[in-house]
Nanobody, 126 residues
Framework: QVQLVESGGGSVQAGGSLRLSCAAS????????MAWFRQAPGQEREGVAA????????VYNDSVKGRFTISQDNAKNTVYLQMNDLKPEDTAMYYC???????????????????WGQGTQVTVSS
């Protein structure tokens, strides 16, 4: 059974930092991508960042480029999202996602992903 468990969310002031973690069990993402998404109330879920293997190539939403960094620890089967210079518009529930199959969908499209974590809340105050 695949499980994705996020942690690391919280409340920070604008300009602050948080690091989210996504621990995957029952799943190996070798040869595919894993991603972080976020969803604010009343808005659609949007892709934030993805990391793809082999090679560790990364993809970012334009709104977070230069501020967020996605990384992975293969030994721990964990994907991280380092978020710096947080802004109030980053406030959302953040989800980790993993695919079951390879596909041609963009790494930042929710259509690519099968498995989702329960989410971790990030709140940024001005």
């Amino acid at each position: 059974q695949v499980q994705l468990v996020e942690s690391g969310g919280g409340s920070v002031q604008a300009g602050g930092s948080l690091r989210l973690s996504c621990a995957a069990s029952g799943y190996s993402y070798s040869g595919n991508c894993m991603a972080w998404f976020r969803q604010a109330p009343g808005q659609e879920r949007e892709g934030v960042a993805a990391i793809c293997t082999p090679g560790g190539g990364t993809v970012y939403n334009d709104s977070v480029k230069g501020r967020f960094t996605i990384s992975q620890d293969n030994a721990k089967n964990t994907v991280y999202l380092q978020m710096n210079d947080l802004k109030p518009e980053d406030t959302a529930m953040y989800y980790c996602a993993a695919p079951k199959y390879r596909s041609d969908w963009s790494p930042l499209s929710p259509r690519r992903y099968t498995y989702w974590g329960q989410g971790t809340q990030v709140t940024v105050s001005s």
